[in-house]
């Protein structure tokens, strides 16, 4: 059976066992998820899962992982076959996960998110024996985490190092990571996934590295399995491979590489023109639209989240603003978006004071796409057209006497819309609940986009989408600006960011921390100030500077 | 009749009188609070929140005092009492467990459902006395009166402040305790753990329930020891906001119960050193306080960082 971990875990002894995926397949309703797919992960080695969106790559390691029953195939595990029927299951028999979206409870201190995780806990725990345990855990371990830190006070840097310490600490011997390095900045993200790699080096674990981006397969994966559509299109060495031929089978062969999104280019500087393009004309680029000036914010623990932020975007150019999740980049849209208020300071959108109220939006043409639109920004029951009108829809056009809507009118303009933006939709009457992440995107982005655009506040605003999506907002976004909007972009895609923006603002704890030159900016000196190592200065002098 | 009893040498104790009867009352009055908070904390912290502790304090007083004048025997009264909320907790979550039930919802149904019962059943008790728990005279060393009356404790309080101890070293140094805390706090995380999120809760309130039970057979056999239709004054309502001001800890359960009774004795202590006028005034001082908590502590931009992240309040 199992080896259960005892508080202090013994060394590890022999190689990881094989993990073999036998031609599986689930089906849900008529959407076949997963078609006769293997996959083989030899010891010691990194595998790498490449796919798109709806690939097929989270349903796979679901059914390794016990939460879905594939319909068909086996599970190999060393030479027993295994059928994982739970997560706890599957990570008794040896095999974790580190999820995507993290597992670690926020009010509970590391220590105790570690210790819980433990299989046959005893009933008293006894704290003393398990701070040493942990500790001499950690000694062994290539970076060291704060035991006693409650976990929400962490960055999700720390966060996901903990999650992979986790996977050590309670001895998987098969590590599953779901694109672990989407919330770390470069240099953290190179730093986690070489120390996963030295770690597979050395024997002691297997790892599935779910990813989209080809750099970190090239770098850090041995092999790599191509899913497509629910089957398996692709596998072998990563040697054998260019990024192209990867980007080929994902894409199906349909792809040139022009068409591919920053994210999936193999490296920043063979982008092509037409990538690059961040609108740097000089005629283009007007004068000052907004003027944010020494904003600042709260959390929702009341913690200032926004230190005295000040920036200002110009119309016709898109400013990026760079930030790893947890550093005020939310705030500062829920200020801007008027879902939070702020604590201090000014925004001046046109020369006029703004304030995010339905009217003087409306006034100064000042336009939102907020992260996960479908939360922020739509009401999901009800249908395409009365969210693509919510923020028209009292305006005279389309009422009668003032008050009365006229269901033709905004119906008309919806279709006009779903037309223009191919938004897939059953009917313009479907809740939009409904529709695809993509397809919300496009509709909020056509609500907010139509009209006359002086301001544009972008966030997130390809979170979760596939390539062809991506490209799609990306030239919307352009052709904003390129009508004269000033845009404000947040992303904590740094590729997305570098893609679009004419300036690249990074923004660390709630501050503007540094401006990257117009002409080759480099990510790596970018990735160190989101990390907060750019500014040579101690936590508190900051304060007391505040 | 007790503070009849104090006002006759209260003149004699000058300015101690007023203090030493509101610790009186507050040992007296605290109790219900106790009992119904520690409850609710435990409940609250597996991500529910149970509404219906108000129906099932007057159940457990209901209950308590039927079986004291049965039997005899006021302690398996208290038992009774405990037993009659565990019911009713387990019932809440049980319903909370089907499909799109707001637990807030079947809380208030449940509050109205236990009061109704209550009182339903309770008519022939309105009348007849039953054996009510005896004190601990920690007193008894003193000649003066009123010394003696603050100091009369009840058994069944001491096991409250045992319990409310033993109830924060359960959330902290036992599995069950985290488990509870997991549930609460992110219920995808206590399954990823391979929990059963919704027996955890059903545990927790179903034990929840038992507390707020005995905290009823607290009013019918402790202070005021009767059991009329009128017993309760919205204890178990008032818990809710003792939880919150208590910040889901146990022990500060105990504290912020001790300055509810306080102020739920004031009326009373005013009237035993001849203050009299106002004391429908004084009465209301309870939940005059908790306004000011509620407004104190709440913020329309800020949520508490120790609130369990499950609840429906907070989400």
């Given at each position: 059976?199992?080896?259960?971990?005892?508080?202090?875990?013994?060394?590890?002894?022999?190689?990881?066992?094989?993990?073999?995926?036998?031609?599986?397949?689930?089906?849900?309703?008529?959407?076949?998820?997963?078609?006769?797919?293997?996959?083989?992960?030899?010891?010691?080695?990194?595998?790498?899962?490449?796919?798109?969106?709806?690939?097929?790559?989270?349903?796979?390691?679901?059914?390794?992982?016990?939460?879905?029953?594939?319909?068909?195939?086996?599970?190999?595990?060393?030479?027993?076959?295994?059928?994982?029927?739970?997560?706890?299951?599957?990570?008794?028999?040896?095999?974790?996960?580190?999820?995507?979206?993290?597992?670690?409870?926020?009010?509970?201190?590391?220590?105790?998110?570690?210790?819980?995780?433990?299989?046959?806990?005893?009933?008293?725990?006894?704290?003393?024996?398990?701070?040493?345990?942990?500790?001499?855990?950690?000694?062994?371990?290539?970076?060291?985490?704060?035991?006693?830190?409650?976990?929400?006070?962490?960055?999700?840097?720390?966060?996901?190092?903990?999650?992979?310490?986790?996977?050590?600490?309670?001895?998987?011997?098969?590590?599953?990571?779901?694109?672990?390095?989407?919330?770390?900045?470069?240099?953290?993200?190179?730093?986690?996934?070489?120390?996963?790699?030295?770690?597979?080096?050395?024997?002691?674990?297997?790892?599935?590295?779910?990813?989209h981006k080809f750099?970190?397969?090239?770098?850090?994966?041995?092999?790599?399995?191509?899913?497509?559509?629910?089957?398996?299109?692709?596998?072998?060495?990563?040697?054998?491979?260019?990024p192209?031929?990867?980007a080929?089978?994902m894409m199906?062969?349909?792809?040139?590489?022009?068409?591919l999104p920053p994210s999936a280019r193999s490296?920043?500087?063979?982008?092509?023109?037409?990538?690059?393009?961040?609108?740097?004309?000089?005629?283009?680029?007007?004068?000052?639209?907004?003027?944010?000036?020494?904003?600042?914010?709260?959390?929702?623990?009341?913690?200032?989240?926004?230190?005295?932020?000040?920036?200002?975007?110009?119309?016709?150019?898109?400013?990026?603003?760079?930030?790893?999740?947890?550093?005020?980049?939310?705030?500062?849209?829920?200020?801007?978006?008027?879902?939070?208020?702020?604590?201090?300071?000014?925004?001046?959108?046109?020369?006029?004071?703004?304030?995010?109220?339905?009217?003087?939006?409306?006034?100064?043409?000042?336009?939102?796409?907020?992260?996960?639109?479908?939360?922020?920004?739509?009401?999901?029951?009800?249908?395409?057209?009365?969210?693509?009108?919510?923020?028209?829809?009292?305006?005279?056009?389309?009422?009668?006497?003032?008050?009365?809507?006229?269901?033709?009118?905004?119906?008309?303009?919806?279709?006009?819309?779903?037309?223009?933006?191919?938004?897939?939709?059953?009917?313009?009457?479907?809740?939009?609940?409904?529709?695809?992440?993509?397809?919300?995107?496009?509709?909020?982005?056509?609500?907010?986009?139509?009209?006359?655009?002086?301001?544009?506040?972008?966030?997130?605003?390809?979170?979760?989408?596939?390539f062809?999506?991506v490209?799609?907002?990306?030239?919307?976004?352009?052709?904003?600006?390129?009508?004269?909007?000033?845009?404000?972009?947040?992303?904590?895609?740094?590729d997305?960011?570098?893609?679009?923006?004419?300036?690249?603002?990074?923004?660390?704890?709630?501050?503007?921390?540094?401006?990257?030159?117009?002409?080759?900016?480099?990510?790596?000196?970018?990735?160190?100030?989101?990390?907060?190592?750019?500014?040579?200065?101690?936590?508190?002098?900051?304060?007391?500077?505040? | 009749?007790?503070?009849?009893?104090?006002?006759?040498?209260?003149?004699?104790?000058?300015?101690?009188?007023?203090?030493?009867?509101?610790?009186?009352?507050?040992?007296?009055?605290?109790?219900?609070?106790?009992?119904?908070?520690?409850?609710?904390?435990?409940?609250?912290?597996?991500?529910?929140?149970?509404?219906?502790?108000?129906?099932?304090?007057?159940?457990?007083?209901?209950?308590?005092?039927?079986?004291?004048?049965?039997?005899?025997?006021?302690?398996?009264?208290?038992?009774?009492?405990?037993?009659?909320?565990?019911?009713?907790?387990?019932?809440?979550?049980?319903?909370?467990?089907?499909?799109?039930?707001?637990?807030?919802?079947?809380?208030?149904?449940?509050?109205?459902?236990?009061?109704?019962?209550?009182?339903?059943?309770?008519?022939?008790?309105?009348?007849?006395?039953?054996?009510?728990?005896?004190?601990?005279?920690?007193?008894?060393?003193?000649?003066?009166?009123?010394?003696?009356?603050?100091?009369?404790?009840?058994?069944?309080?001491?096991?409250?402040?045992?319990?409310?101890?033993?109830?924060?070293?359960?959330?902290?140094?036992?599995?069950?305790?985290?488990?509870?805390?997991?549930?609460?706090?992110?219920?995808?995380?206590?399954?990823?753990?391979?929990?059963?999120?919704?027996?955890?809760?059903?545990?927790?309130?179903?034990?929840?329930?038992?507390?707020?039970?005995?905290?009823?057979?607290?009013?019918?056999?402790?202070?005021?020891?009767?059991?009329?239709?009128?017993?309760?004054?919205?204890?178990?309502?008032?818990?809710?906001?003792?939880?919150?001001?208590?910040?889901?800890?146990?022990?500060?359960?105990?504290?912020?119960?001790?300055?509810?009774?306080?102020?739920?004795?004031?009326?009373?202590?005013?009237?035993?050193?001849?203050?009299?006028?106002?004391?429908?005034?004084?009465?209301?001082?309870?939940?005059?306080?908790?306004?000011?908590?509620?407004?104190?502590?709440?913020?329309?931009?800020?949520?508490?960082?120790?609130?369990?992240?499950?609840?429906?309040?907070?989400?």
């Amino acid at each position: 059976m199992s080896a259960v971990p005892s508080p202090v875990a013994p060394p590890r002894r022999g190689s990881p066992p094989l993990l073999e995926a036998d031609r599986l397949s689930k089906r849900f309703g008529n959407f076949l998820a997963l078609d006769d797919v293997s996959l083989r992960v030899e010891p010691g080695r990194v595998h790498a899962l490449l796919g798109e969106n709806g690939a097929g790559k989270s349903t796979l390691v679901k059914c390794i992982m016990g939460y879905l029953t594939p319909d068909a195939g086996r599970i190999r595990l060393g030479d027993r076959e295994v059928l994982p029927k739970s997560p706890r299951h599957a990570q008794s028999l040896g095999i974790g996960m580190v999820y995507q979206h993290f597992t670690l409870v926020p009010n509970m201190t590391v220590r105790e998110n570690l210790v819980l995780s433990r299989p046959r806990l005893p009933f008293v725990v006894d704290w003393a024996t398990e701070r040493a345990a942990l500790a001499s855990f950690l000694a062994r371990m290539p970076f060291q985490v704060d035991l006693e830190a409650p976990v929400r006070s962490l960055s999700a840097g720390e966060k996901q190092k903990i999650e992979i310490l986790k996977q050590l600490y309670l001895e998987s011997r098969v590590v599953i990571l779901d694109e672990p390095t989407s919330v770390l900045t470069p240099a953290e993200a190179d730093h986690v996934l070489s120390m996963l790699h030295q770690m597979a080096r050395a024997g002691e674990i297997s790892v599935v590295l779910i990813t989209h981006k080809f750099r970190e397969v090239t770098q850090f994966a041995d092999e790599v399995t191509v899913l497509r559509r629910g089957r398996k299109v692709g596998h072998g060495g990563v040697g054998d491979l260019t990024p192209s031929a990867m980007a080929d089978m994902m894409m199906g062969g349909a792809s040139k590489s022009s068409s591919l999104p920053p994210s999936a280019r193999s490296s920043e500087h063979e982008a092509p023109a037409d990538e690059r393009d961040r609108g740097t004309d000089e005629g283009a680029i007007g004068h000052a639209r907004v003027l944010i000036d020494d904003l600042h914010a709260e959390d929702d623990l009341g913690v200032p989240a926004l230190r005295g932020v000040t920036l200002e975007v110009r119309s016709g150019e898109i400013v990026g603003v760079a930030a790893i999740a947890g550093n005020g980049q939310e705030e500062l849209v829920e200020v801007l978006a008027g879902q939070r208020m702020k604590t201090a300071g000014t925004v001046t959108v046109s020369g006029a004071e703004y304030e995010p109220k339905r009217a003087i939006m409306r006034a100064l043409n000042v336009r939102c796409l907020p992260e996960e639109p479908l939360r922020n920004a739509c009401v999901p029951t009800m249908s395409v057209a009365d969210n693509m009108a919510l923020r028209v829809f009292d305006e005279p056009r389309y009422t009668a006497m003032g008050w009365l809507l006229s269901r033709k009118k905004i119906a008309q303009t919806a279709t006009t819309l779903v037309g223009e933006y191919g938004i897939r939709a059953p009917s313009i009457h479907t809740p939009i609940g409904r529709l695809s992440g993509g397809n919300v995107q496009r509709a909020v982005l056509a609500r907010e986009l139509e009209g006359k655009v002086d301001v544009l506040i972008a966030a997130n605003p390809c979170m979760g989408l596939d390539f062809a999506a991506v490209a799609e907002i990306h030239a919307r976004i352009r052709a904003a600006r390129d009508r004269g909007a000033a845009v404000l972009l947040v992303s904590a895609d740094l590729d997305e960011i570098l893609a679009l923006a004419t300036r690249i603002l990074v923004m660390s704890e709630g501050r503007i921390v540094y401006e990257a030159p117009l002409e080759g900016a480099e990510p790596a000196v970018i990735g160190k100030y989101m990390a907060g190592h750019g500014a040579h200065v101690a936590p508190d002098e900051r304060h007391a500077s505040s | 009749m007790l503070e009849g009893r104090m006002s006759d040498t209260a003149a004699g104790l000058g300015i101690w009188a007023l203090p030493l009867a509101l610790i009186g009352g507050a040992l007296r009055v605290s109790g219900p609070y106790l009992f119904v908070s520690l409850g609710e904390c435990l409940t609250e912290k597996s991500g529910r929140i149970n509404l219906g502790q108000e129906g099932t304090l007057i159940l457990g007083a209901m209950t308590a005092y039927g079986v004291s004048y049965l039997s005899g025997s006021p302690w398996l009264g208290v038992l009774a009492a405990g037993c009659a909320g565990l019911v009713l907790g387990a019932l809440h979550a049980w319903l909370c467990s089907l499909p799109r039930v707001n637990d807030v919802a079947v809380g208030i149904a449940l509050m109205l459902f236990g009061v109704g019962i209550a009182f339903f059943l309770g008519k022939p008790l309105i009348q007849p006395p039953a054996p009510r728990l005896s004190p601990i005279e920690l007193g008894a060393w003193s000649s003066i009166a009123p010394v003696r009356a603050a100091l009369e404790i009840h058994g069944l309080l001491l096991l409250g402040v045992v319990a409310a101890f033993v109830m924060r070293f359960v959330f902290r140094r036992t599995r069950w305790g985290l488990v509870l805390r997991v549930a609460g706090e992110d219920a995808d995380a206590a399954r990823a753990l391979g929990y059963d999120v919704d027996r955890v809760r059903l545990v927790a309130t179903a034990i929840g329930g038992f507390f707020a039970g005995v905290g009823g057979s607290f009013l019918s056999l402790v202070y005021p020891g009767s059991w009329s239709e009128g017993l309760s004054s919205g204890q178990g309502l008032m818990a809710v906001a003792l939880v919150i001001f208590a910040r889901w800890d146990p022990v500060k359960c105990l504290w912020t119960s001790l300055l509810f009774g306080g102020a739920g004795a004031l009326g009373p202590a005013l009237q035993s050193i001849g203050i009299l006028g106002g004391y429908n005034l004084y009465a209301t001082a309870p939940y005059v306080l908790t306004f000011v908590i509620m407004i104190a502590t709440s913020s329309a931009r800020r949520t508490f960082a120790d609130q369990p992240a499950e609840l429906t309040v907070a989400r």
